[in-house]
Structures are given as C-alpha cells and as structure tokens.
C-alpha cells in the first residue's frame, strides 16, 4: 500500500530564519529589518534609506550557507515529524540554491530530522507534482509559510492538501492566510494533528473554489 507523502518547506515551517538573519544584518552590515511587519523586504540602513531589492538578494546568498549554524528550530516540529514518519514519506522541498542541499541536510539532521531534501528555485508547483507522481501519487499534504506555494500548488498539484503555517511568531500576526492554502496553523501540535487527519482519511483534496 503506498504510503502518504508529506512536503515540508524549512524555513520559517521547520526552521526559524528571520529573526537570525536579521541579527546578522544588524552585525555585519549595520542594516535593521523589520520582520515582524510581515514583509521580506522591510530593510532599512543605518541613515534610514530602503535597501535596494538587489542587494536584499546578494545578502540572502551570503547568508546562506555560511551563516545556517545561526538557525534554531521550530519548537515541536521535529516532533511532529518523527511521528508523522511513521507512516508516511517525508520530503523536505527547501527554496535554496542547489549547492546549499548538502549543508540543508547537515542542518536538518543536526536537530534530529533526517529525511530527503529537495532544493528549489521558484515556484514549488511543479516539483511537487513530480514528487506525488515519482512517489505513485499518494494522499499527499503540503506545507510551507509563503502563499505564493500555494498557489503554484493549487495550479500544478490540485488534489494536494495545502497547510499553510508561519512560525514565527513575530511575524505570523502580519501575514493574512494564504488563499490557496485549505488551512492556516501556526503550531505544530495542531499541524500534527490536522495532517494525521488528511493521511487518515485518505482522499484527495477538494479542489472546487480553490481558484489556481
């Protein structure tokens, strides 16, 4: 019988990423980000100008992967997926460059979560349409904290369950529900319990006013 499958985002789902990025700014380039607006790109200099958006990228590449060891995990999420492994297949889909997969896996099993892990560029639709499909199209649950997955699920992967979950709770507050997602949990307890629930009953999700 083919197992259910769940795709996990890491960062800010398994992972806590901002709040240690933006300490890294702070020390190495003297730069404040606001991240508990909700927004990615709220990043000030010291003199209180924007920074461009090109340089919010070339810092997100020095940061990962020299600066990963900074990272501390979401409480209750290794949990959750040790019990969640036990009866289904765990794929980690992480939006890093690929020469990043290998320290993501170091990472990862460094606080005790040892599955596989996919990196990615873009969109998170079509890779996880070829996971169900490479998988034998199981029951199959996604989660990640950007909406902008969601909908890519929701186009490419319809019958894919969709959780939406931001974990950092400085930020949660700010970032309305995914519109794409079928639910919004913040806690892992709760995402358990909510994923064990679509594993058990077995069906694909419905896809009817979920617009891709």
């Excluded at 700014?25 to 730069?31: F, K, V």
């Excluded at 040892?114 to 998170?124: A, F, L, P």
Aim: hydrophobic fraction near 45%; include cysteine.
């Amino acid at each position: 019988m083919t197992r259910p499958l769940l795709i996990c985002d890491c960062d800010e789902v398994l992972l806590h990423m901002v709040r240690h990025f933006g300490t890294w700014l702070r020390e190495r380039h003297d730069i404040a980000f606001a991240h508990e607006t909700g927004s990615f790109i709220a990043m000030t200099h010291a003199d209180g100008s924007p920074v461009e958006h090109q340089r919010i990228w070339a810092m997100l590449d020095e940061f990962f992967p020299a600066e990963m060891e900074r990272q501390t995990l979401v409480p209750g999420a290794a949990e959750a997926l040790a019990a969640l492994a036990e009866s289904a297949d765990i794929v980690i889909l992480t939006n890093l460059g690929d020469h990043c997969r290998d320290h993501r896996i170091e990472q990862l099993a460094r606080h005790g979560i040892r599955h596989r892990v996919e990196t990615n560029q873009g969109g998170k639709g079509g890779p996880v349409a070829r996971l169900v499909a490479e998988y034998g199209n199981p029951v199959t649950v996604f989660v990640d904290d950007l909406a902008t997955h969601h909908e890519s699920v929701a186009k490419h992967a319809p019958t894919v369950h969709r959780l939406h979950l931001v974990a950092e709770p400085a930020m949660a507050p700010q970032v309305p529900p995914a519109v794409h997602a079928h639910a919004r949990i913040d806690d892992w307890g709760a995402a358990r319990d909510w994923i064990d629930q679509r594993f058990a009953a077995g069906q694909p999700a419905i896809t009817e006013g979920i617009s891709a």
